[in-house]
């Protein structure tokens, strides 16, 4: 195994848009650190990796994800849409302001509590999976708890660990709480491409949907999809669900690459 590790994902959103970037920022805040240029989440254990944050001033007009390995060495995605291809989602939903979701949690009692993961969703047409997934799982297979979902769709996992776990020191204890996880989507329902955050909140879904009702709703995952307004190229979606003390690593167990 390497002894190099991933030791931080950043989600870059562009400085163009610094206003909205900073209302999300701050309303995360409860989650994590708040600095001038990213929000830092703060992971479940402090020894674990990567670290997960939110740029927020990115030189670039799109947004994109770095992947920084601790010997400073930096790959990149963009989050956009690579294929050619036009395809509207077949879901109905209304985009809510930051604003609006806020002054929501507030009158109905919902609370932030945790946050299991954030990742992307890049838009795929074709068999497989998108190719920049494909290269990340090369290239970050070694340097991290990488994982495929177990039942075979494609939505690729990373875990965070720590050092002597990912590079093979130690076995991989499934029984830790592993949070956040960042996850890597291929998706073919639509072309816009998908900036997910999975939060969990003090009240059951039967509460929280019911103030929702142009969300996404999931019974099936008992969570829904609040997708924002903003001004990026992409949909930024936060995954509300009932939060647990427990965690749900221990289902990766056997699949990591």
Same mark, same amino acid.
């Given at each position: 195994m390497a002894t190099d590790f991933l030791e931080k994902i950043t989600i870059n959103l562009s400085r163009n848009h610094a206003g909205f970037n900073n209302q999300l920022a701050s309303w995360l805040a409860v989650l994590g650190r708040k600095k001038p240029l990213a $929000?830092? $989440?703060i992971p479940s254990d402090p020894s674990f990796y990567p670290r997960l944050a939110i740029? $927020?001033?990115?030189?670039h007009s799109g947004v994109g994800v770095d992947?920084? $390995?601790s010997n400073g060495e930096i790959d990149s995605v963009r989050v956009e849409n690579s294929t050619g291809m036009q395809k509207q989602s077949p879901h109905s939903y209304k985009p809510l302001g930051i604003e609006e979701v806020a002054g929501r949690f507030t009158a109905a009692g919902i609370q932030l509590a945790g946050i299991d993961h954030v990742g992307?969703?890049?838009?795929?047409?074709?068999?497989?999976i998108h190719p920049c997934i494909l290269q990340l799982r090369e290239q970050m297979a070694p340097v991290c708890l990488y994982h495929r979902y177990p039942s075979g769709e494609p939505w690729d996992f990373i875990l965070p660990g720590d050092p002597d776990e990912i590079t093979g020191h130690r076995a991989v204890d499934y029984n830790r709480i592993r949070r956040p996880k960042f996850e890597l989507v291929s998706f073919e329902k639509a072309s816009k491409p998908l900036i997910q955050i999975d939060l969990g909140v003090n009240l059951?879904?039967?509460r929280f949907a019911e103030w929702?009702?142009?969300a996404l709703v999931d019974p099936?995952?008992?969570?829904?999809?609040?997708?924002?307004e903003n001004?990026?190229?992409v949909d930024i979606c936060l995954v509300i669900n009932e939060y647990s003390e427990g965690d749900w690593s221990g289902f990766f167990n056997g699949y990591r690459l």
């Open positions: $929000l830092d $989440l740029g $927020l001033q990115s030189g992947f920084l $390995l992307f969703n890049l838009p795929w047409f074709a068999p497989g059951r879904f039967e929702f009702p142009e099936a995952f008992r969570n829904i999809w609040i997708f924002l001004p990026h190229p």
